[in-house]
């Protein structure tokens, strides 16, 4: 297939064309895997406490350690990808995330299995890494919205399968068989991605020296319509994160008494990312995007809220309107901080998702030690750090860019 074949022009792939879906596909599939293999261990934490005797903070090291890793890989893609190119960087990073689901089970110590959860978290950055700022290259300018969209949808798709599918075949076989079924999968999907993911047409590497390149990224925590969207990022993700890691402790806790399976059912609650990043989109042609952040706010804060009322039911319902507020603002930070930044996108895309992910480390674990003082009203609490964030944002999200 040509060149013109497969562009519309020089501004890239518009959503009417067939290599616009492709990409669009194959970075669903990806999603699916990376944010499968990330998340997959919350709803077992309890599982490993009682397996291998150690306290929930320390069992949400599986979730929070390889998030550490994670960030420490959006760094290193993150400069990576503007340099080597984002399509090879997320094959090879996607497959050498995948093998380590063949390799857990077999490991008898959790000391071991700490580390490779590291070196799985690792290589999984190589995908956030590169595909907004591939999305922003290949996509048609009217289009990119649409397709970081799908991308952050599926994000909640891949983070949602990976905890109903373990944790659902982990109550009814273990949590070994729940893994060496998910690489089944992801290697058939892997298959998938490398098949369907249109060439890049417009990336042009880097070619200044490394160090450069490491101040030109950086110069991006300087410009101060970003710096609102990398705050956000951590304190959207602090509030969620600790909601959903210490979820299954507290469910399984007077008055509820849920078991794991039912718990589980919670999760769904993510497919509220396929209502929430598309509502998203569309909004932003019509509202501003500080009142859209605004809305999705008060409906996050009021989803956890609910969750203190002792009927399963209504907890149930405020993950519900938690998830929908979440992804919204999540789509529009991402969106921003894509448009906002005029050079190293890559880098740019990489930091909103350092402090993304900075937020998903420390809800895993800081969160456990307010969970052992105060219980879910601890857990809970850290929500209001969103309000700061909402007030100061809506003065700096509609400037202009100064990068």
Known sequence: MSHTENMTGESGYKSKDKPFWMAIVALTVASFMTFSNIYMVQPILPQFVGEFGVTPTVSSLMLSLTIFSLIL???????????????????????????????IPF???????????????????????????????????????????????SNAVGGMFGRVFVGYLTEQTSWQTAMWLLFGIETIFFLLFVFLLPKSQNFVASELP??????????????????????????????FTGVWTYLPFYLMDAPYYLSIGTITLAYFAYGMGLVGSPLASKLSLTF???????????????????????????????????????????????????????????????????????????????TGFLWSRWGWAGVISLAVLVIPGVLWGKRTYLRPSST
């Open 73 to 103: 890989g959006l760094l290193f893609f993150g400069l990576m990808s503007d340099r080597w190119g984002r399509v090879a960087l997320m094959k090879g990073t996607i497959l050498l995330s995948i093998i380590p689901l063949l390799i």
């Open 107 to 153: 490991l008898e110590s959790f000391t071991n299995i700490l580390v490779l959860r590291f070196v799985q978290g690792f290589f999984a950055a190589g995908l956030p890494a590169a595909a907004i700022a591939y999305i922003g290259e290949e996509f048609e300018q009217r289009s990119v919205r649409i397709g970081i969209s799908f991308y952050i949808a």
């Open 210 to 239: 490394v160090r450069k390149d490491l101040a030109m990224m950086f110069v991006h925590l300087k410009n101060k319509n970003l710096i609102p969207a990398f705050y956000m990022g951590i304190v959207i993700q602090l509030a």
């Open 288 to 366: 501003d995007l500080s009142k859209i952040v605004i809305i999705s706010a008060v409906v996050m804060l009021t989803g956890i809220a609910v969750t203190v009322l002792p009927m399963a039911s209504l907890v149930y319902t405020g993950l519900i309107l938690m998830c929908l507020g979440f992804f919204v603002i999540h789509s529009m930070m991402a969106w921003l901080v894509n448009q906002q930044a005029t050079h190293h996108k890559g880098g740019a895309s990489s930091l909103y998702l350092v402090s993304y992910y900075v937020g998903v480390s420390g809800g895993g674990t800081i």
